[in-house]
């Protein structure tokens, strides 16, 4: 503003307070100390200092001046005017509000509500996405992922018959670097079918299989890629034993500095707000998580791992995020194993629903979208045992 800004006396009744005013920086109230001072100031000695208003007559800066003159019974009261207006680009001077009142003491609330109000929809989505793709990389090539080969004793080194089925893996390992970490488990399951490598290159009847031995076989030969430096340690982990780390910090200035870079971050709009029905994905191995998460994240669509089949507390989550959706439908995609159980999870989910949750057959649709019959012609998939007989739901399975 600037300091030779004319001064105009303006009738107090044709000042009208900034809407969003009182959203960022809060009622005003003579129980504020620093209100009922200011009123006090003004009985005595008139207002001394100018209102800061728009052309068309909102206040940019004096609200509570504007409050106490009211209570003091002023008529008129000292005002400059700036150009931009109100009602022709509210954009431009909500802008000005927050920087006339830059040097205003505030509470932390005020300076959350500020921050909002400064936000670019638009740019906010693009550094999202840059900030996730750079947490993304992070995951993936972070500091101190490697152990000095130099250093490692006690476990034998492997073996240049051995190296063909660690290039073997490590192609499996590259080729799904967008899901990393990986668990062997998953790394296990595409390394077999009809190109299944050796497990020793010089020894014909040693092809991977999905049996014990070779899954030994395998979780030691990754471990010494680790430990020798051949594999990134990222892009493994085991999520079936989960660590606990306490969310302590050193000292204040480090538990600041943590605050402040995630402040008003993580921020992803729903996606399925705008869909017709209410979608969730139900899976039956961990094995699939971490491929199922990042698509299940893209499109916000819940995932749930059961392990099995879904117990009743899964379900009845689901129930509910189903009717707090407020959609017509609940379609439920089901990744399992195509195998009674597998094949069972499915229609057990549907029947739940119908029987205990009042989600009637109009109202959900169960979708195996993996493993199917059409996915095991497709893709060559090996076998991995015969259906159990004991069973409850072998027979209708084997008809299918």
């Known amino acids: 503003m600037n300091a030779a800004a004319k001064v105009v006396h303006v009738r107090l009744s044709a000042i009208r307070p900034c809407p969003e005013n009182n959203d960022v920086y809060g009622g005003l109230s003579l129980s504020d100390p620093d209100v009922a001072d200011l009123l006090a100031s003004i009985r005595a000695n008139g207002l001394l200092e100018p209102l800061r208003i728009s052309a068309d007559d909102y206040i940019v800066s004096g609200h509570r001046r504007r409050f106490c003159a009211c209570l003091a019974g002023l008529e008129t009261v000292p005002a400059i005017r700036d150009p931009i207006s109100y009602a022709n680009d509210r954009e431009a001077f909500l802008r000005l509000l927050i920087e006339a009142n830059s040097q205003r003491k505030k509470t932390p609330g005020m300076l959350l509500r500020e921050a909002v ?24 090539f972070g500091d101190s992922e490697w152990v000095d080969a130099k250093n490692v004793r006690g476990r034998r080194k492997i073996s240049p018959a051995s190296m063909p089925f660690l290039e073997a893996a490590l192609r499996v390992i590259e080729e799904h670097e967008e899901f ?5 488990r998953q790394i296990h399951y ?9 497990k020793h290159a010089a020894k014909p009847d040693s092809t991977y299989s999905n049996d014990a031995k070779s899954y030994r076989t395998l979780c030691d030969l990754l471990a010494r890629g680790r430990v020798e430096g051949r594999i990134p340690w990222q892009a493994i982990d085991d999520e079936t034993r989960p660590e606990m780390l306490s969310d302590h910090f050193w000292n204040t200035r480090q538990f600041f500095e943590s605050e402040i870079s995630n402040f008003l971050r993580g921020y992803t709009r729903n996606r399925q707000q705008s869909q017709p029905n209410h979608i969730e994905i139900i899976a039956e191995k961990l094995t699939a998580k971490t491929i199922l998460e990042s698509v299940a994240a893209r499109y916000s669509v819940p995932l749930t791992i059961n392990r099995g089949m879904s117990g009743p507390t899964v379900k009845k989550k689901v129930a509910d995020r189903f009717w707090r959706s407020g959609k017509e439908r609940l379609i439920l995609l089901v990744v399992s194993d195509l195998d009674p159980a597998g094949d069972a999870i499915a229609q057990d989910i549907r029947d739940a629903f119908e029987r ?11 979708r195996k979208v993996a493993l199917t019959i059409d996915q095991v012609d497709d893709l060559a998939l090996d076998p991995s045992m ?13 008809d299918r």
């Not at 990393?180 to 062997?184: G, I, K």
């Open 190 to 198: 595409r390394l077999l079918g009809p190109d299944a490598p050796l």
């Open 356 to 366: 205990d949750f009042g989600v009637d057959e109009d109202h959900i649709e169960t």
């Open 386 to 398: 015969e259906a159990k007989e004991s069973s409850p739901t072998y027979s209708a399975f084997v």
């Open 117 to 140: 109000m400064k936000i670019d929809p638009e740019q906010a989505v693009d550094e999202l996405r840059q900030e996730q793709q750079s947490a993304a990389d992070e995951r993936r």
């Open 180 to 184: 990393w970490p990986l668990s062997v």
